[in-house]
């Protein structure tokens, strides 16, 4: 059991470290230069208060590349909101599966024609299509689709595609309205 606690086998739980005493002489290990080496910037006191990517002056890093051109926000990759990501997977890719399978993000990862269903995946038209298959995807070109249909199977799409924005065509002036009632000074 214990000792029992007393002011005679009073110690601290953990002992303390001693303090590093820096500049009292040589034999210390860290007197003259107190472990800061001669002279700069890092030798002085408040030297330590440097920003992060500060390089002393001289242009830095940051500012000597240039910059990524385009729209960008933080949240998207990778690395604006025009510029999405997906996964491209040409029709021939889809011989790996049985005549009426069912074509899904995770069965393309099953047959390993995919890594991940983290990125979306866009069907493409590269290659030939002789079975008739469900096709669940997130996008598809106009020449996927014509084959996948053409081999008597079915396109869903999991994301309804963006509308696309139309320029406005540059409205013409309009012709000043012309008085069809004869005005009666005329008459």
Do not use: C, W
């Amino acid at each position: 059991m214990a000792e029992q606690l007393n002011l005679s086998s009073l110690k601290p739980a953990q002992a303390r470290k001693t303090r590093k005493r820096v500049g009292r002489g040589l034999g210390s290990g860290k007197g003259r230069y107190s472990g800061r080496g001669i002279k700069g910037q890092k030798s002085r006191s408040g030297s330590h208060k440097m920003r992060v990517g500060f390089e002393g002056g001289q242009m830095p890093i940051y500012m000597r590349l240039g910059k990524q051109r385009g729209a960008t926000s933080k949240d998207a990759m990778p690395i604006g909101p025009f510029r999405t990501s997906t996964v491209p997977v040409n029709v021939g890719a889809l011989d790996a599966f049985d005549n009426g399978a069912e074509v899904t993000p995770e069965s393309l990862v099953e047959q390993g024609v995919i890594k991940n269903t983290k990125t979306d995946v866009k069907l493409l038209g590269n290659g030939e299509l002789k079975k008739k298959l469900t096709v669940r995807v997130h996008a598809i070109s106009a020449t996927a689709r014509e084959k996948v249909e053409a081999a008597g199977g079915t396109v869903e799409l999991l994301r309804e595609p963006k509308p696309k924005k139309r320029k406005k065509p540059a409205a013409a002036p309009a012709p000043a309205p012309a008085d069809e009632a004869p005005s009666a000074e005329e008459e």
